[in-house]
């Protein structure tokens, strides 16, 4: 009879700790990047300098059926020269967990700055790209991409 009892026992600790992984999970919708966020991020990178618009050509869907898996396409108009190049392009996300999505480095030697990614985006939120030049020169686009399905679980 004891041996039930601990059985009993284990198996009702296996369930409570069951539901409440399953509480967890449901209940916690992570936790997202906000405009202010994205700011701060940034201004960690480039400080008060304010970039300017065009060169960069950003690519996304204005309506994403499965926030999964979401196309982004970035190119900036440079010459690739030694003397005028496009040394880093940043994406930022303002409604995921971690504002900076993904970082490109270029060199003079990569003939094009272009790059694709595919991004997980949970919600509707807007697209940011940083463009830095060879020059010190920031070039900023930014586009608003409404998701339908949530990728991150929503």
Do not use: W
Request: proline share 5%; glycine share 8%.
């Amino acid at each position: 009879m004891d041996f039930m009892s601990i059985e009993h026992s284990r198996r009702e600790t296996l369930r409570i700790a069951g539901l409440a992984g399953l509480a967890l999970i449901v209940t916690s919708n992570g936790a997202q990047a906000t405009p202010d966020e994205v700011s701060a991020a940034i201004a960690k990178l480039y400080g008060e300098k304010k970039p300017e618009s065009g060169k960069i050509k950003l690519d996304v869907p204005e309506i994403a059926e499965n926030g999964l898996v979401v196309p982004v396409n970035v190119e900036v108009e440079s010459p690739m020269t030694d003397a005028d190049y496009v040394k880093a392009v940043h994406i930022f996300a303002e409604g995921n967990p971690l504002p900076n999505v993904v970082s490109y480095k270029f060199t003079p030697a990569c003939g094009k700055a272009a790059a694709s990614a595919r991004m997980r985006l949970a919600q509707t939120q807007n697209i940011i790209c940083l463009a830095e030049m060879s020059n010190g020169s920031l070039y900023k686009a930014s586009a608003s991409v409404k998701v339908t399905i949530g990728g991150c679980g929503g």
